[in-house]
């Protein structure tokens, strides 16, 4: 059983630590212009140097919309984590860790929006050819997946 809880706390700080690059970073979308590799994040855009990220008006409350999101699910998994280490330590034996995987279940729903208007909205660089989804874009994906397991996990995980 302690192997299985520590094993759950490693993959939680993996995914916080994930979800945390994965918003920061500005590699969401990558393309070529003039042979030169130019990345786009929810915050800036990078040639050799980072700029403003440019969006149009129709795209901005998208852009807004996935950068909430993205922090919101942060914000929970952090939460979830703590809440976590809390019910540990005081939670009687035989009772189950409903409120962390109910937590970590809004935050999988958190990126689940997120990344999902994200996909929606955001296909193309302007100017640029060759474009595809960078790293960040699939580490978001990935703490989705993570986030719905550890939720699971949570929510049938008993304290024996």
């Known amino acids: 059983m302690l192997v299985l809880l520590a094993g759950i706390f ?20 990558v393309g070529y212009y003039n ?62 860790f409903y409120i962390t995987g109910a937590v970590m279940l809004v935050c999988w729903l958190c990126i689940l929006i997120g990344v999902s208007i994200y996909t929606a909205r955001f296909t193309k660089l302007p100017g640029t050819t060759r474009v595809h989804h960078g790293y960040c874009f699939i580490l978001a994906w990935i703490c989705f997946c993570f986030s719905f397991i550890i939720s699971i996990l949570y929510l049938v995980l008993r304290k024996k």
């Open 10 to 29: 490693v993959v939680h700080i993996a995914t916080v630590i994930m979800l945390f690059v994965s918003t920061i970073a500005n590699v969401w979308m």
């Open 35 to 96: 042979a030169q590799e130019v990345s786009s994040g929810l915050w800036l855009q990078c040639n050799k140097s980072c700029t403003q990220l440019l969006v149009t008006s129709s795209d901005e409350a998208s852009l807004k919309a996935v950068q909430a999101f993205m922090i919101l699910s942060i914000i929970f998994s952090v939460i979830a984590l703590v809440v976590f280490i809390v019910q540990l330590f005081t939670l009687e034996k035989g009772k189950r």
